[in-house]
């Protein structure tokens, strides 16, 4: 007869393994949303413009993926109002009335102000840290002009910043504005980089002075700024630098 020992042990093993296993799942993204990532990437730099369409058929042969999960990702991307989904027309990247754009803008330069104000008032030296980093890092990629790496850095200081506030529900707010806000701010990103990343010095410096009030007002002016150069450019579309 086994001893009862080792069938605690063997089940133990087991539910190790099993435990594992699930593990070793949870590191996996399925492929819908590796495309859906990939698809929004994509919007936001710019590749794909307002309007573009975005046929499955053709992602599907780009990807090399069948178009089951392509459609789910621009599914996904539709809830998160990147993409607009229309019968018979198919999917393409949404179009912003002036209003909606406006909208959200001032919805995004609020609540903007209102992380750095918390960042300020709840400041973290290890956040700080990483912060002072990222912020030496999008400096550096706005001199040689690395706009992908601008774009990166930019979400990454964001976001960064919002962890410092410990405030979840506000972390999640601003993440999925900050996609579909990314419509507005994406054309004209390229032609202010410099001022985004002299803006985010200034707001760094009010949050580790514990300037909650200055830290607050940089925050929403930042935003505005952007949306008044994305204005500017719509109204009088500037010639390619060269």
């Not at 819908?32 to 794909?48: C, N, T, V, Y």
């Not at 910043?161 to 993440?175: C, E, H, K, P, S």
Request: glycine content about 4%; overall charge negative; some cysteine.
């Amino acid at each position: 007869m086994t001893p009862f020992s080792t069938i605690i042990n063997d089940r133990n093993t087991q539910g190790a393994a099993e435990d594992d296993q699930q593990k070793i799942g949870e590191q996996y993204s399925p492929l819908f949303a590796l495309i859906r990532d990939r698809l929004r990437d994509r919007i936001l730099q710019g590749e794909f413009r307002p309007g573009a369409r975005l046929v499955e058929s053709r992602l599907s042969s780009e990807m090399a993926v069948s178009r089951i999960p392509v459609r789910e990702a621009l599914r996904a991307l539709a809830a998160e109002g990147l993409v607009t989904i229309e019968p018979r027309r198919g999917a393409s990247v949404s179009v912003l009335s002036e209003e909606s754009a406006y909208d959200m803008v001032e919805v995004r330069a609020a609540l903007e102000g209102l992380n750095a104000k918390l960042a300020a008032q709840r400041r973290d030296d290890n956040a700080i840290v990483k912060l002072q980093t990222i912020l030496e890092d999008g400096v550096a990629a706005a001199e040689r002009e690395d706009m992908e790496s601008c774009r990166r850095l930019n979400r990454k200081f964001h976001e960064t910043l919002a962890t410092v506030t410990g405030n979840a529900v506000l972390m999640d707010i601003m993440n999925s504005l900050r996609d579909r806000t990314a419509l507005v701010f994406a054309p004209s990103n390229t032609k202010r980089v410099k001022e985004n990343w002299s803006d985010h010095a200034q707001i760094l410096r009010a949050v580790i002075a514990g300037n909650a009030e200055l830290a607050g007002l940089l925050a929403t002016q930042h935003v505005h700024n952007a949306a008044r150069a994305y204005a500017e450019e719509r109204e009088h579309p500037a010639q390619e630098e060269e």
